[in-house]
């Protein structure tokens, strides 16, 4: 079975700074999806990134943007420019190859991260 | 926009009451998912069904039963509710196959008292 590793509960930064969350999960596929889903307070779970285990080329979406180490079983994320309404849960997650049938989610514990204005 | 609605943002029941929760999505999603999450134990899966009438325990299926009759609904039913299933319950909907994203509900924050 799969596992992800959060080792950060809580994190926090200077607003306008950069940040990364870490990420470490054990599997013995090749072939998978990692997430990273942001959950501001009281609001609805949403995603930040997705990447695909077979590009190497790290994903990006805006200000925020993965250092995916296939090798080392890595996955971090890195916030640019901190704002306040990055304030918010940030769960990694992984998911099996792209066949019918794999597509539960298996979590990491979750890192709070606060920004200090 | 995909929407995932759920039947409560609250609920309070007593030990034993049977509690049905109740999600819908409106973007025609084969996959449906139940998760429980705690402080601590980021998100557990409890159950999924990836068409109606199917259904698969996810790693913490102990004290829940689901049911799928319309595609676009997946309840989650706690037969005799416990203190140790107080807790906060996301539901999830996602296409099959490829890895698309999982789409999420608000939530319901069950306390059982």
């Known amino acids: 079975a799969q596992t992800v590793t959060q080792s950060q509960p809580e994190m926090s930064v200077q607003e306008a700074e950069t940040v990364t969350l870490s990420c470490t999960y054990d599997t013995s596929e090749s072939d998978y999806y990692l997430f990273w889903y942001k959950q501001p307070p009281s609001r609805q779970m949403i995603l930040v990134i997705r990447q695909e285990a077979y590009k190497q080329q790290n994903a990006t979406e805006n200000r925020f943007s993965v250092n995916f180490q296939k090798a080392a079983k890595s996955f971090s994320l890195k916030i640019s420019d901190s704002q306040l309404g990055d304030a918010a849960m940030y769960f990694c997650a992984y998911r099996s190859g792209p066949y019918f049938g794999n597509e539960k989610l298996t979590f990491g514990t979750g890192t709070r991260l606060t920004i200090i204005p | 926009d995909v929407k995932v609605t759920q039947s409560s943002r609250y609920l309070v029941k007593r030990t034993g009451e049977k509690v049905f929760l109740e999600c819908v999505q409106d973007?025609?999603?084969?996959?449906m998912f139940w998760y429980r999450q705690d402080p601590g134990l980021g998100l557990r899966l409890i159950y999924f069904s990836y068409d109606v009438k199917m259904k698969e325990k996810g790693d913490i299926p102990e004290g829940y039963s689901v049911s799928r009759e319309k595609k676009e609904r997946f309840s989650l039913i706690l037969e005799s509710a416990s203190t140790n299933q107080t807790s906060m319950y996301l539901c999830a909907s996602t296409h099959g196959g490829s890895g698309y994203e999982q789409y999420f509900g608000p939530g319901t924050r069950l306390t059982v008292t």
């Open positions: 973007m025609d999603h084969e996959n």
